[in-house]
């Protein structure tokens, strides 16, 4: 038996079954035991002997039935509860029926079928249930045991009945309190993705309204700058050109933006001439600062596809790491666990702020709107990857972006 098909063993309704069928024949043959050697009770061992093994049969094909990954829909799982039932009924008509103190074990079923099946199921298994056992009062063998035996046999057989049951009772119900805590934890963790989701399309449709509004103020901007650069003097054409360049650059990045649900048709790109693109484009937007970008995985740079939405996410960071620490950025690319990983390094104050950043939308400790890092983490996580920061070792900040290659790839 492989592991995979083990651990299976252990999840869904069936696989409990199975368990708790197991011991249930291991306790009666035991029990079956301890009554003959121990009491001298004469069991009918054939018939008897015949109904375990019938049940040890249907536990092998139960095992067998586990081994499968379909899940096993409610009418399956009621076979086999009324299978277990049918034992017990026949085990109890051979050994004295309702004077049996066993006999509380016709209940297992019906609590089983209360857990795991729909309430119409677990009606039918409780009425099935008060009907053998009312059988077992009128159709029964008086078991044969030796008067001075009888009393010490019935307290015992009701005690442990009763511990049996509190050890069944007390394992489901502990088993339905932890489902039901996985259960809240999954509503909460729905909420609060839905709550940030929410959020981020918020910010897209006010960032589009804004997107749409600045086009005539730059489109006036670029005639001005075209006037001034016309009688400028050599002291103030830097400057303006600079000033044109910034301008031309704002308006690459509406035009991107309109043109971003068309981007999955793009080539693809080795990831390393791609990052060295995006930087490219960075120094426009901040030329004081330095960036450097290097490719350190140990295999070659594969061919991505990457969304537009994955570039702003990036500069997004890019402008973090700068504010932090004017000096150097470095931007390192690899593949690593069937993904690319980029880590963007400053030497600024620490991971603390930036974290802080991500988890409060509307934070920031530059003054900022403190949108830019809580955006990007939505729109990396929406990609498949995740963003994950570190401090270095002689200080400053390493975000990573990890994404899965096969997002990027289609």
Not at 228 to 243: H, I, S, T, V
Not at 395 to 407: E, H, R
Request: charged share 15%; with cysteine; glycine share 8%.
């Amino acid at each position: 038996m492989t592991v995979k098909a083990a651990a299976n063993f252990h999840l869904g309704p069936l696989g409990r079954l199975f368990w708790l069928r197991n011991f249930m024949l291991a306790g009666l043959l035991l029990l079956m035991l301890w009554s003959e050697h121990a009491i001298g009770v004469r069991l009918p061992w054939f018939a008897m002997g015949a109904t375990l093994l019938l049940l040890a049969v249907l536990n092998i094909f139960t095992a067998l039935r586990l081994k499968q990954a379909a899940p096993a829909r409610p009418p399956e799982i009621l076979m086999h509860l009324l299978a277990d039932l049918a034992g017990l009924t026949v085990l109890l008509l051979y050994t004295g029926g309702w004077a049996n103190p066993f006999v509380s074990l016709l209940l297992l079923p019906v609590v089983m079928a209360s857990l795991l099946l729909p309430a119409a199921m677990a009606w039918l298994a409780g009425c099935l249930s008060i009907s053998a056992y009312s059988l077992v009062a009128y159709v029964n063998v008086p078991l044969d045991i030796p008067p001075e035996k009888a009393f010490y046999l019935h307290v015992s057989g009701m005690w442990l009945t009763f511990a049996v049951s509190v050890v069944v009772v007390v394992f489901m119900v502990l088993k339905l309190r932890t489902l039901l805590a996985e259960r809240e934890h999954e509503l909460v963790a729905f909420r609060e993705e839905n709550l940030r989701n929410e959020q981020v399309v918020a910010v897209a449709l006010t960032a589009a309204g804004a997107a749409h509004e600045l086009g005539t103020p730059l489109n006036t901007l670029a005639l001005l700058n075209e006037s001034l650069l016309a009688d400028a003097d050599e002291k103030n054409r830097e400057d303006l050109e600079l000033m044109r360049t910034q301008i031309e650059r704002c308006r690459s990045l509406l035009h991107d933006l309109s043109r971003s649900a068309q981007s999955a048709g793009s080539a693809p790109i080795a990831a390393a001439d791609y990052l060295m693109r995006l930087a490219e484009e960075w120094r426009l937007l901040r030329p004081a600062v330095e960036v450097e970008v290097a490719w350190t995985g140990a295999h070659s740079a594969p061919p991505i596809r990457p969304p537009a939405s994955l570039g702003q996410s990036l500069i997004n960071l890019l402008n973090n790491a700068a504010d932090a620490a004017p000096g150097l950025v470095r931007i390192e690319g690899k593949t690593i666990d069937d993904g690319l990983q980029i880590d963007i390094l400053d030497s600024g104050p620490g991971p603390a702020p930036a974290l802080r950043a991500m988890a409060e939308p509307g934070h920031s400790s530059k003054g900022g709107l403190g949108l830019g890092l809580f955006l990007s983490n939505a729109s990396i996580e929406n990609l498949g990857g995740h963003v994950t920061l570190s401090e270095r070792e002689h200080g400053g900040t390493c975000v990573s972006v990890w994404l899965p290659l096969t997002g990027l790839q289609k």
